[in-house]
């Protein structure tokens, strides 16, 4: 399977990334970009972006791009950093890269950028299962 269909089945069954409104800009073997717009129901108490929406676009950007390959790939480890705020009407954009590939472990960083500005940072690796995609 290519990596726009690998990406497109996990999309079909993917609810909360559909939920979240994330749209798939390009695909590649190891790399992803994701956007979506920030929503009313996605702000905080503060009025702000809740963590939790820059935090599940780069893990769906993760996912996204790990698979690429063609195995099936989970995650084992994340973080993020959070650097700017956001706001209701923003739109954010993640880019996953793959830093390192290896038979049973891959690693990857996201940076998520709204407005031209790096907002949060996000490191993550995957456990490579030996599962294929098939159509």
């Known amino acids: 399977m290519t990596p726009e269909e690998i990406v497109a089945k996990m999309m079909h069954r993917d609810e909360f990334s559909r939920w979240l409104g994330i749209q798939v800009n390009h695909v590649a073997s190891g790399t992803c970009t994701l956007s979506l717009t920030v929503r009313k129901e996605m702000l905080n108490g503060f009025g702000i972006a809740h963590g939790g929406i820059t935090y599940s676009i780069a893990d769906s950007?993760?996912?996204?791009?790990?698979?690429?390959?063609g195995r099936q790939s989970v995650s084992v480890d994340t973080s993020i950093n959070h650097i700017e705020s956001l706001c209701e009407?923003?739109?954010?954009?993640?880019?996953?890269?793959e830093q390192s590939l290896k038979n049973k472990f891959a690693f990857y960083s996201i940076e998520i950028h709204?407005?031209?500005k790096l907002v949060a940072l996000f490191k993550g690796t995957v456990y490579r299962t030996d599962k294929e995609w098939v159509i």
Do not use: T
């Open 61 to 69: 950007a993760l996912a996204f791009a790990s698979n690429s390959h």
């Open 89 to 97: 009407g923003d739109q954010i954009i993640a880019v996953a890269k």
């Open 114 to 116: 709204s407005n031209n």
